[in-house]
């Protein structure tokens, strides 16, 4: 028996198996630090064997592809003059067959279908971190926070946060009876509970935001593009005005005040500043890929010790660019600068510029919430994290699809005939 490539690479017949690779993908990058490489293997195991289904399904218009693939070349290229090579290496690798898996899922999955998978991904991954129940001191503001199976309580706040977004843009563009209401409410109430209990700044006032986003472009759907084009002006006229005042009346500081931080975001600023003393050193290249925070460098030991990672291993400078800069240079945060605003500038001009449609409302959204969350998170520079893999979806999804084919399933006329003994009727 044949069996049709579409059930596999055809976003429109393979939804089954395509939201059971999201989910599995979701909790890998949730939790491949607590159960190892076995959730990475799997994650690599539902994308990468699907390249070689139908290699022409991937292979066509790859052009389109350049700004991320460069990028993924410079990054790997970074070993040669990395302070810690065999570190940026097995990094690089890492990194380069993630944006992989991510093209692979823009060529082979739907956006509704992403939608779909995450939010199971994500419910089995708040499930898991309540039943472990963890709470944990934050060294960065003194706070006693809950933090489930990560460790943190930005990475429970971003999965809270994404499940609630998810949830209401499925309902808003993607039910397809009543019934989704009742599936999804727990979601939500499970993520609603779990944000209260992090106590995660920016995953909250990020979400609010990105909501705003998406209904002022779901709104435009009734308008003229012309009268889309006036809103999107207005639009970015008022955000400039609200950061602008944010900045300049001290709205800023009223508004970490009823989050319990200060001005300067609870230490962040030092490390801010810390990184861009150390990007000083090698501004134009960098240190390499994941080449900075190695044990035995004196930098690092000295933040580690100041910041009291007991372990000496997983922190950063909580903002991406500045983190791309000390390990890229200026040439690396660059590049991926236009990585991210090419993703999200792309689906928001689509809306406002062309055809309208949620697709692109969607993942103008979900991109948006992985911008506002760069400027204190470090989510898109690192291999297995759900934004990282959503922007580059995004923006792989920017390129035109390629037609899949569709052929009948048929069993050979020899195989017929030894079955039913005897030859099978003409069509």
């Known amino acids: 028996m044949k069996i049709p490539k579409s059930i596999l690479i055809d976003p429109d017949a393979n939804k089954a198996y395509a939201a059971f690779a ?57 070993v040669f003059w990395s302070q810690a090579a065999g570190t940026s290496a097995r990094a690089a690798v890492q990194y380069s067959s993630h944006i992989l898996c991510a093209f692979v899922a823009a060529r082979t ?37 809950f933090v489930g199976a990560f460790g943190s309580k930005n990475q429970v706040g971003f999965f809270s946060s994404l499940g609630i977004f998810f949830s209401l843009v499925f309902l808003a563009f993607y039910r397809r009876n009543w019934m989704s209401f009742f599936w999804t409410a727990p979601l939500i109430l499970l993520s609603v509970y779990m944000l209260a209990i992090a106590h995660s700044a920016t995953s909250v006032a990020s979400l609010p935001a990105v909501i705003g986003i ?41 508004v970490l005040g009823l989050f319990g931080k200060d001005s300067t975001l609870t230490g962040r600023t030092y490390l801010w500043e810390q990184g861009w003393q150390a990007a000083q050193q090698r501004p134009l290249l960098g240190y390499g890929y994941a080449a900075y925070w190695v044990q035995g460098f004196a930098d690092p030991e000295r933040l580690w010790a100041e910041f009291y990672i007991t ?14 800069l000390v390990e890229l240079g200026f040439i690396g945060v660059t590049m991926l600068a236009f990585v991210i605003l090419r993703a999200f500038y792309g689906h928001v001009s689509k809306v406002v510029f062309g055809d309208w449609n949620a697709d692109s409302v969607v993942l103008a959204g979900a991109i948006g919430l992985m911008l506002i969350r760069s400027f204190f998170e470090v989510e898109l520079l690192g291999p297995y994290f759900t934004a990282s893999f959503i922007v ?36």
């Open 392 to 427: 580059y979806y995004g923006l792989f999804k920017l390129a035109p699809m390629p037609v899949i084919r569709r052929r009948r399933m048929h069993v050979p006329v020899q195989e017929e005939k030894a079955a039913n003994g005897r030859m099978p009727a003409a069509v």
């Open 311 to 324: 372990t000496r291993t997983g922190f950063h400078f909580h903002n991406t660019y500045i983190e791309t």
């Open 22 to 78: 999201v989910a599995v993908s979701v909790f890998a990058f949730a939790y491949s630090s607590n159960f190892g490489q076995i959730l990475i293997l799997a994650y690599y195991a539902v994308w990468l064997p699907l390249l070689f289904v139908d290699y022409r399904h991937f292979t066509w218009n790859l052009s389109s592809a350049w700004l991320p693939i460069l990028f993924a070349v410079y990054v790997c290229m970074s």
């Open 109 to 145: 999955i739907s956006v509704r279908t992403l939608v779909l998978g995450s939010l199971i991904g994500i419910f089995f991954v708040l499930l898991y971190s309540l039943k472990v129940g963890a709470y944990a001191l934050d060294i960065m503001d003194g706070t006693f926070n």
């Open 214 to 254: 998406v209904a002022l472009l779901a709104m435009s759907k009734v308008l003229s593009r012309r009268y889309r084009r006036v809103l999107f002006v207005v639009g970015a006229g008022a955000l400039v005005a609200g950061i602008t005042a944010a900045l300049n009346l001290g709205l800023l500081d009223f």
